[in-house]
């Protein structure tokens, strides 16, 4: 069965069949395969090196109602707050002086805030941090807004597709999100000149390996700079709060697999994923990650922005202490490259 990895690294691509195998089989030979392959295509393409983003979950307001998402509208458990901008720019200069050259603003969806305020937060970091990365997560947004934070001085967007099966998409969010809105999105931050992220939950409710290797193809189609994946996790004040979360194993599969499809991509080993393995920010990298996204949010907000259960679990780096995931990364042989770490083909990201 090997083969098929061979095949993979080979040709960039896999049929179908040789997907499913190597998602579901049982024969870990056959992964710990997939993922060396993976890891080795990775060294080759950056070397033992992993980027690290600093992670600003800026606001917890959302005007979205996702079925699985603990800061969806309908939460009320919830406190809802949004970061000042002084607030954010502290977590900027936080994340700088410890080294790290991406800011990484994610929120709810709530497109008045970002026209109104982002815009000029966005603005002032560019300012202040003229050679740092700005990164945006913030959701479904009209094109004029994206324009508009770009020009602002964004230089990469995330905005996971959750499901290239439009059916599945619409069992997972209420009436009234629309798939193709979501696809169109993707579109115009590219065209906009964003490097773009895309991605999605592994093992999320009524997800099968045939819906997964959908999603496989709409990324090798797409082909964004950045990939984010992560396994499911339940939260338990939203409707699919009982269903049991995504495999861990599952989820380092896919790491490999789409690192041997797109061997240039930024794919970061996720929070959710370290969540579920109680803390191992590691095994990700051993799959072929290459980004790691401590977490800058202030603590006093951070429980709010509770996305799925347990992800503010002890062992998540706190503003300031990044200490242990340097010693964990270095006793594993990896440093952390100093550099702003865009996408580029072909070259060898050193600052
Ligand atoms: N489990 C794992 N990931 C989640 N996300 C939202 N809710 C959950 C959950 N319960 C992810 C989604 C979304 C991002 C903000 O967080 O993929 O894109």
Redesign the pocket.
């Known amino acids: 069965m090997k083969h098929l990895v061979e095949a993979l690294r080979r040709n960039r691509s896999l049929d179908d069949d040789g997907l499913r195998t190597l998602l579901e089989s049982d024969d870990t030979a056959l992964a710990d395969a997939l993922h060396s392959s993976a890891r080795e295509v990775t060294d080759e393409v950056f070397g033992r090196q992993v980027w690290l983003r600093a992670l600003i979950e800026w606001s917890n307001v959302c005007r979205n109602d996702?079925l699985?998402?603990?800061i969806r509208r309908s939460n009320h458990a919830l406190v809802r707050y949004t970061l000042s901008r002084d607030e954010i720019l502290a977590c900027c200069d936080a994340a700088w002086n410890q080294g790290i050259r991406t800011f990484v603003l994610?929120g709810g969806e709530n497109p008045l805030a970002a026209a109104e305020l982002l815009v000029g937060i966005v603005g002032a970091i560019r300012v202040c941090w003229p050679h740092a990365a700005i990164t945006l997560?913030l959701g479904e947004l009209p094109a004029e807004t994206y324009a508009r934070l770009r020009q602002a001085g964004a230089d990469r967007y995330l905005l996971?597709h959750?499901a290239a099966d439009p059916q599945l998409y619409t069992r997972l969010h209420p009436a009234g999100m629309d798939w193709q809105n979501r696809i169109d999105c993707l579109h115009t931050l590219r065209r906009l000149g964003f490097q773009t992220g895309m991605g999605?939950?592994v093992g999320a409710p009524f997800q099968t390996t045939r819906h997964l290797i959908q999603d496989i193809r709409l990324i090798e189609t797409f082909r964004p700079e950045m990939i984010g994946l992560?396994?499911?996790?339940?939260?338990h004040d939203?409707p699919l709060g009982s269903y049991p979360a995504g495999r861990a194993e599952t989820t380092l599969r896919l790491y490999s697999i789409l690192r041997l499809m797109l061997p240039h991509a930024l794919i970061p080993s996720t929070t959710?994923l370290s969540s579920l393995l109680h803390g191992n920010r590691l095994a990700g990298i051993r799959a072929g990650a290459n980004v790691i996204m401590p977490d800058f949010t202030p603590a006093r907000e951070r429980a709010a922005y509770a996305?799925?259960d347990g992800k503010n679990a002890a062992w998540m780096e706190t503003t300031g202490n990044l200490s242990r995931l340097r010693q964990e990364l270095a006793e594993a042989g990896y440093s952390i490259n100093p550099s702003r770490g865009d996408y580029a083909e072909s070259v060898f990201l050193l600052s």
């Open positions: 996702c699985y998402c603990g994610q997560s996971r959750e999605m939950m992560g396994p499911f996790v339940p939260q939203t959710a996305l799925y």
